[in-house]
């Protein structure tokens, strides 16, 4: 009889480590998922700003074509960039053909952009930088970050 006390005892003690040893470890669980969760969200949270960051730095470019077809772009100004400058540059690395003349006074002139010229069905080449219509050449306007520049085929305004 007292085999079987000692022996029962010997089980409880047993059963009671083997609880306790599996609430400490899936405690510790608990623990290793809510630390690896905050580093998680700790990455998303850097990732966030560090897009954020490069986002606010870029110009939104956006070219109408008038017939419903318009790209968009997101570039980097480098300083001293120009409207004309940024046309040139994403004319270069998308591989499309601008054409232009120079006036010495005024400046640029936009004669066809990715193959569209100036006075098909009576619409040209023009710009807007925030919304608004510069009354300067493309060459002459210096963009920022964060600006937005829309090139628009279309009816003119003048």
């Not at 905050?38 to 990455?43: G, V």
């Not at 940024?86 to 004669?111: C, D, H, P």
């Amino acid at each position: 009889m007292e085999k079987n006390v000692s022996l029962k005892s010997a089980l409880v003690i047993i059963l009671i480590f083997a609880i306790a040893i599996s609430y400490l470890v899936q405690r510790k669980i608990a623990l290793a998922q809510k630390e690896i969760a905050d580093l998680a969200q700790a990455e998303i949270n850097i990732q966030e700003n560090t897009l954020r960051k490069i986002h606010e730095k870029r110009v939104l470019y956006l070219i109408d074509k008038g017939n419903g077809d318009i790209d968009s772009f997101n570039i980097v100004p480098s300083e001293n960039s120009t409207v004309f400058s940024l046309l040139e540059k994403l004319s270069a690395k998308e591989n499309f053909k601008i054409e232009f003349t120079v006036y010495q006074e005024m400046g640029v002139l936009i004669k066809s952009i990715d193959g569209v010229k100036n006075g098909t069905d009576n619409k040209y080449w023009q710009y807007w930088v925030n919304g608004e219509l510069p009354m300067v050449a493309a060459d002459k306007k210096e963009v920022k970050t964060g600006d937005k520049i829309e090139w628009k085929f279309a009816t003119t305004q003048f």
